[in-house]
Nanobody, 122 residues
């Protein structure tokens, strides 16, 4: 079965940096895009960053210039480099695979990781 496993979360002081990793395991034929979402208490889940199979990236306005999404196709891994972290960045961060197909004939579907906690606090 396909699994997305996030790592790299933790507690960091304002202005600090973290690098999140999302490793996909299982049978994977293709995916349209990979992304990072986050959800803070009492708020809706929001898109943080997304990267397509062609390498095009987009970001939420709140993180532009601070966060960078990248991928390593050979390792089936997506990264999120987070710099200049703010308390407002505190949330559970989720990895997402968009339109993933386990086989060439399979319909595409979304997969989600279990989430990793990021806390920005003095």
């Amino acid at each position: 079965q396909v699994q997305l496993v996030e790592s790299g979360g933790g507690l960091v002081q304002p202005g600090g940096s973290l690098r999140l990793s999302c490793a996909a395991s299982g049978t994977i034929f293709s995916a349209n895009a990979m992304g990072w979402y986050r959800q803070a208490p009492g708020k809706q889940r929001e898109l943080v960053a997304r990267i397509t199979s062609g390498g095009s990236a987009n970001y939420a306005d709140s993180v532009k210039g601070r966060f960078t999404i990248s991928r390593d196709n050979a390792k089936n891994t997506v990264y999120l480099q987070m710099n200049s972290l703010k308390p407002e960045d505190t949330a559970v961060y989720y990895c997402n695979a968009e339109g993933l197909r386990e086989r060439y004939y399979s319909p595409g579907r979304n997969y989600w990781g279990q989430g990793t906690q990021v806390t920005v606090f003095l």
